[in-house]
């Protein structure tokens, strides 16, 4: 399998599992991510035994929702799986604004990281 397909895979994986979780966790409102951490919760996505940490899917159901922000899909495979990662820990409108930015001025990752990084020094400086 080509490096682009498995990158495409990826992303496409993050989201679906992300969707689930927003749909099946949170009632389908994404504004309540990281409102629930009981194990139990989220077990059912995944099987009882098998169900990754309550921070590994609201990290992708973070990831699902920034994607749904940009609402151009087109965008978010261009952007990739790479690109919302380097924004998903960000304060949510600081990261809506990094990626919008980016779909807009077609930044690459390289670029994305450098506005993320000087965000992140203005927040703590």
């Known amino acids: 399998m080509a490096a682009h397909a498995r990158t495409v895979e990826a ?10 979780v927003v749909d099946k966790v949170y009632d389908g409102d994404a ?6 951490t009981e194990p139990t919760r989220f077990a059912g996505i995944c099987g009882r035994h098998r169900a990754p940490s309550p921070q590994v899917l609201n990290r992708a159901a973070r990831l699902w929702a920034l994607a749904v922000v940009l609402d ?17 820990d960000l304060p949510t ?33």
């Open 11 to 20: 992303l496409t994986l993050a989201l679906d599992i992300g969707r689930l």
């Open 31 to 36: 504004s309540r991510i990281g409102s629930v």
């Open 72 to 88: 151009d899909p087109a965008a978010v495979r261009r952007l990739g799986l790479a690109s919302l990662r380097t924004v998903v």
């Open 93 to 125: 409108p600081t990261a809506h604004s990094l990626l919008i930015k980016a779909r807009d001025r077609r930044w690459n990752l390289k670029r994305l990281k450098k506005a993320a990084e000087a965000r992140l020094a203005r927040v703590a400086g």
